[in-house]
Nanobody, 114 residues
Framework: QVQLVESGGGLVQPGGSLRLSCAASRSIFSAYVMDWYRQAPGKQRELVASVTRGGVTNYADSVKGRFTISRDNAKNTVALQMNNLKPEDTAVYYC????????WGQGTLVTVSS
């Protein structure tokens, strides 16, 4: 069972930036897709961004142009660069490994507030 550990969350002012990282305990190469999800208080978990093994990316409309997902198969890491953050980006962010990993991280809290 692969372990995914997120880091990089915290408190940031509107318009600021954060970079989230997800480190896997073993190879992520087998996972066709690696994703970042988020869950805001009182809301359902939603897909934020995904990246395929070959580097093809996809984003939720709400973050397009502001967030960038990247994947390093050699280092077994996935990152989410978040720029121009808004209060509505406040949520717990989760790293997810698609099949065959089928793994979730424990989440990291991002709070955007002045």
């Amino acid at each position: 069972q692969v372990q995914l550990v997120e880091s990089g969350g915290g408190l940031v002012q509107p318009g600021g930036s954060l970079r989230l990282s997800c480190a896997a305990s073993r190879s992520i190469f087998s996972a066709y897709v690696m994703d970042w999800y988020r869950q805001a208080p009182g809301k359902q978990r939603e897909l934020v961004a995904s990246v395929t093994r070959g580097g093809v990316t996809n984003y939720a409309d709400s973050v397009k142009g502001r967030f960038t997902i990247s994947r390093d198969n050699a280092k077994n890491t996935v990152a989410l660069q978040m720029n121009n953050l808004k209060p509505e980006d406040t949520a717990v962010y989760y790293c997810h490994g698609g099949r065959p990993l089928d793994a979730w991280g424990q989440g990291t809290l991002v709070t955007v507030s002045s």
